[in-house]
């Protein structure tokens, strides 16, 4: 009956999804296309329970990109796959600029300038 999921032996295995997260510093851009390299994508967090789940992944050490930008401050937050941030679920505080990324530490979403570097968090199904 139970489908049983498999991760690569260097992911971990969170509810329905594979979590890979990684130990260098790098733009939101070369986080993106470093997810891509391993079929996957930057994190899209769906609700406050992914969040509290990946709080345990990251044991609040450091900020890490997820896949959430601001291109411009008109313009809604949104995720890699089109939807846009419920502001509702989760706030990001923080100015939103011109090119703004998100950051998640512990059990919080920020905005960064995507060109600064920091670790990133991939996900496949």
């Given at each position: 009956?139970?489908?049983?999921?498999?991760?690569?032996?260097?992911?971990?295995?969170?509810?329905?999804?594979?979590?890979?997260?990684?130990?260098?510093?790098?733009?939101?851009?070369?986080?993106?296309?470093?997810?891509?390299?391993?079929?996957?994508?930057?994190?899209?967090?769906?609700?406050?329970?992914?969040?509290?789940?990946?709080?345990?992944?990251?044991?609040?050490?450091?900020?890490?990109?997820?896949?959430?930008?601001r291109p411009s401050?008109?313009?809604?937050?949104?995720?890699?796959?089109?939807?846009?941030?419920?502001?509702?679920?989760?706030k990001v505080p923080?100015?939103?600029?011109?090119?703004?990324?998100?950051?998640?530490?512990?059990?919080?979403?920020?905005?960064e300038s995507c060109?600064?570097?920091?670790?990133?968090?991939?996900?496949?199904?």
């Amino acid at each position: 009956g139970s489908r049983c999921k498999l991760c690569p032996s260097d992911w971990q295995l969170r509810g329905d999804k594979c979590y890979w997260v990684s130990t260098e510093n790098k733009t939101w851009n070369k986080s993106r296309s470093d997810c891509a390299a391993r079929g996957s994508q930057l994190l899209v967090i769906r609700d406050r329970e992914e969040l509290e789940a990946l709080h345990n992944l990251t044991e609040d050490r450091a900020q890490f990109w997820v896949g959430l930008s601001r291109p411009s401050p008109e313009k809604a937050w949104t995720w890699l796959d089109g939807s846009q941030l419920d502001q509702t679920l989760l706030k990001v505080p923080g100015p939103a600029q011109e090119n703004s990324c998100g950051v998640v530490q512990g059990k919080q979403i920020h905005s960064e300038s995507c060109s600064s570097g920091f670790q990133w968090i991939c996900q496949r199904d």
